[in-house]
C-alpha cells in the first residue's frame, strides 16, 4: 500500500507527463489491473486518479 505522499508525488508526475490526458491514464491502468486481478493495485491507481482531480481543482464554467 502506497502513502499519501507516495500518491500525490506519483499524481502530480503523471500530471506533469500526461497534461489533460493523466486523469485516463490512470483510470486505465486501474481498469487494467483489476482484470488481471490485481485489486490493491487498482484501487492504488485510482487513490491517484483522485489525487489528480484535486490538484486540478474545481472546474469552471
Known sequence: M??????HTIA?????RH???AIAHAAQNAQTCEQKGQVEEANEWRHVKDA???MQGPHQS
Open 52 to 54: 489528480m482531480k484535486m
Open 12 to 16: 502530480r508526475q503523471m500530471l506533469d
Open 2 to 7: 502506497m502513502s499519501e505522499m507516495q500518491i
Open 19 to 21: 497534461g489533460g490526458e
